[in-house]
């Protein structure tokens, strides 16, 4: 192996998290497998690559979308002391917090951009969509760029930053669903 991923037929637009879990590489990213000229057309999806040794991956697609949204930006983090309380301590949960984009506009809040939290138990083979309410900042959902999200220890939060124009903006949570700015 090369220690290079590629991706047969598809492009990759960017990587949004390198996770280890339970001895294996987890490289999230956010890729299209059809690239038409018309937006209405372009679809962009989550894909994951695995791997045991950070040289030899094999790559795995997850359908987090409809025929009418795009994951535009977003992470996906590992929730260690399951604190949304979608895993257990023995099988802590991978979250991810994705910005979806949609193209029709069908949304009820007549938003075309709006946040998603998704968890897998099963080291991201599977994903599914929270049905609870996430109170993202207005932030991350309008200008999602340059996403980090972590734990802070020592204050027992998430924090996420993301990169706006020329600076960086910080935001809190205790649970993944409420966000503070700092």
Known sequence: GSGFLTLNNSVSAEPISLLYNNGTYNLFYIHSDNLKSNVNNFVCNIGNAKSSDLINWKVHSIDFINKNTIVYKGGIINDINNITGFGSKEIPPLIALLIMMDHCNSN????????????????????????????FPDTFINYPQNVNIFWHQTSGKWIVSLGVSDY???YSSKDLFCWDFE
């Open 168 to 170: 960086v903006i910080l």
């Open 108 to 135: 009820p809040d007549g938003r075309n951009t709006y946040p998603v939290l998704a968890y897998s138990n099963d080291n991201g083979i599977s994903w599914t969509v929270s049905e609870d309410k996430i109170n």
